[in-house]
């Protein structure tokens, strides 16, 4: 996979070096070799980590998925990181990337495989499954998850991913565009776009 | 037209998405990525699923506009080699000259 661009909203353009970047020490030590210090960075953002593609996940199984890939590509990646980024954003950045290919991967199996874009079973329970001993603290929100992700899986890749990160990750459209390589203002015109598009794929029952 | 933020409508989409926000994941333990991540390194492993990962790039727009060029310069290959043919056959038929052989 491709190295992240570098962010706009950085340092690097100025080359000065983030200021006070918690993980700067950690990240020079991984580059270095040191083992321990990715396994320290992992462990410091696993959890923004999967909260961030869980918004994209659609179960369980595809969510270990994304987090291990996200995780591996940021091992795999480290020599390229600058102390003129924060390693946080440099990070989140590749999260958001294993997000959309993720969503592509989606919209690829449901063009040619018509595979529906509902839950595999065989992957693991669905995350509506009562049992699940991991299951968020609120079922209803849940369940509304669930169903807007299934609505927004209707979309084309790009767009599905733009509105879960503005809609349900609550975003503002500067990050998404700094995030995705986009000027702010095509960033809007998509934005526009894709809720025209939401909105003309639901039918009154979607939300009966 | 409105660029700017604006909310989803009908008010019942928004309000599940208000409700869908509250949402945790599921408990993935670090220990589980960890050690997938090692293996992934020690084994050079490519994506979890390398044939729709491979896939997925040709939605790329900039594959989209490489694989319309590509088929463009193939239509215009074959309708060159085409007259070509065409013009030969013509030529072959006037001076009744068997194509490729002597009278």
Partial sequence: MSEPPPDPSSNAASGRPAAGDPDAADVRAAQ??????????????????????????????DLEDLVQETFLRMVRHLPSWKPEQPFGHWLRRIAVNVGRDYCRRQAVRRRWFGRPAEPDPERGAPTIEPEAPDRGPDPAARAAADEIKQLLSRLPP????????????????????????????????????????????LSPQDLA | MNLDDDPLDPPALRARIERARADQPPLIRTSDTLRAVRRGLADGA???????????????????????????LLGAVALTEWRDLESTLDWAQLTDIPIGGRT
């Fill in chain 1, 158 to 201: 790009d767009d599905r991913a733009l509105l879960t990160l503005h809609y349900l990750e609550g975003w503002p459209l500067a990050d998404i565009a700094a995030d995705f390589g986009w000027t702010l203002t095509a960033t809007k015109l998509r934005a526009m776009r894709a809720r025209a598009r939401f909105r003309s794929t």
């Fill in chain 1, 32 to 61: 270095a070799g040191n083992a321990a210090a990715w396994e320290t960075l992992v462990e410091r953002h696993h959890g923004t980590t999967t909260a961030l593609l869980w918004r994209f996940a659609r179960e369980r199984a």
């Fill in chain 2, 46 to 72: 490519a994506a979890p699923d390398w044939v729709a990962e491979f896939a997925g790039l040709f939605t790329r727009p900039a594959f989209g506009a490489l694989g319309l060029a590509a088929v463009l």
